[in-house]
């Protein structure tokens, strides 16, 4: 199914005002009270909140975009982008969740830019099949970090994560590498809890189907 | 419980968000279907090996000019004292 554009790649940056009414925390967290000393014109306070989130947002960007300069520019204007609309952040769902969200739009915008269409978006390639059905039934014996070097293994998952559709590839990135919850990732990419647990299952297949294919080809080819 | 039936739940049972009842019958197939055991085993080895692996490293030195180039854009957009940027620790 070709989807004309996403939600999320549309969606004004006015709209990026959290959405999630969720009761008061208990305890204030130490985010809020950065953002708050910065929306007051307090400098070093924003740029703490840069300096604890910059890789993180370089991460996630460089993960959906797969590209390293547009990762850059994107982290530069991700946290331009947080620092004109602080007053929109409230607290009411994390900062870096708030930052994640604005860092994943800004990302699409820029697959969409690059492939000069309006067809890549959270929804392109969902319908796909391929590695969603387990084929491949060889154990990883020994576990892939005793077999390659830190260098290589790196490597062999960048190369492994950029086939995956830009769909999948973002709610894993943002569910298993970045570690947010199941509902923080739903609302980073405006998606529901259904829709994310279906992507992050044939993102999760479809890699350990590659990977597996990697590490079994390597395995023969060291025979 | 079948293995596409297993499939359908393994995000829920990966994530810990499974009923008890289910959570048995999970476990039933798994001890008697070696294939599911071996996706288990290496689906979960992929998500551990990308968490635990620095894919995209962000260097301290780059780290540091982005930051700065962002402070100096917050400056330059005026909401910010005029003030020195530092870019290190």
Redesign the interface.
């Given at each position: 199914m070709e989807v004309q554009s996403s939600p999320i790649v549309d969606q004004p940056l006015e709209l990026l005002a959290e959405t999630v009414v969720a009761e008061p925390p208990a305890e204030i967290h130490p985010d809020v009270a950065l953002v708050e000393r910065a929306k007051a014109?307090d400098?070093?306070a924003?740029?703490q909140l840069?300096?604890q989130y910059?890789?993180q947002i370089?991460?996630t960007a460089?993960?959906i975009t797969q590209n390293?300069e547009d990762?850059?520019d994107i982290?530069?204007d991700v946290?331009?982008k947080a620092?004109?609309k602080l007053n929109q952040f409230q607290g009411n769902s994390k900062f870096s969740t708030w930052l994640v969200r604005i860092a994943v739009n800004e990302s699409l915008m820029r697959l969409r830019k690059r492939k000069t269409s309006k067809t890549v978006s959270m929804d392109q390639d969902v319908e796909t099949a391929e590695g969603s059905i387990?084929r491949d039934?060889?154990?990883?014996r020994p576990?892939?970090?005793q077999n390659y070097s830190?260098s290589e293994?790196?490597e062999i998952?960048?190369k492994t994560?950029a086939g995956l559709p830009p769909g999948f590839r973002t709610v894993?990135t943002l569910r298993?590498?970045e570690?947010l919850s199941?509902e923080e990732t739903a609302e980073a990419l405006g998606l529901s809890v259904p829709a994310v647990?279906s992507r992050?299952?044939r993102a999760?297949?479809q890699?350990?189907e590659r990977?597996?294919r990697y590490f079994r080809q390597n395995k023969e080819a060291s025979k | 419980m079948n293995c596409t039936e297993f499939l359908a739940k393994l995000t829920d049972y990966f994530d810990g968000q499974i009923d008890p009842a289910l959570l048995a019958e999970v476990k039933q197939h798994l001890g008697t279907c070696h294939h599911c055991e071996v996706v288990v085993d290496t689906t979960r080895k992929t998500i551990d090996v990308y968490r635990g692996a620095e894919t995209y490293e962000l260097p301290e030195e780059l780290s540091n000019r982005l930051r700065a180039a962002v402070m100096e854009r917050c400056r330059i957009s005026g909401k910010l004292p005029d003030i020195a940027v530092k870019t290190t620790k």
């Open positions: 014109g400098t070093a924003f740029e840069v300096r910059d890789r370089f991460r460089q993960h390293r990762a850059e982290t530069q946290f331009f620092f004109q387990p039934f060889a154990e990883w576990n892939p970090e830190q293994l790196a998952l960048r994560i894993f298993d590498i570690n199941t647990k992050l299952l999760r297949l890699l350990r990977l597996s | -």
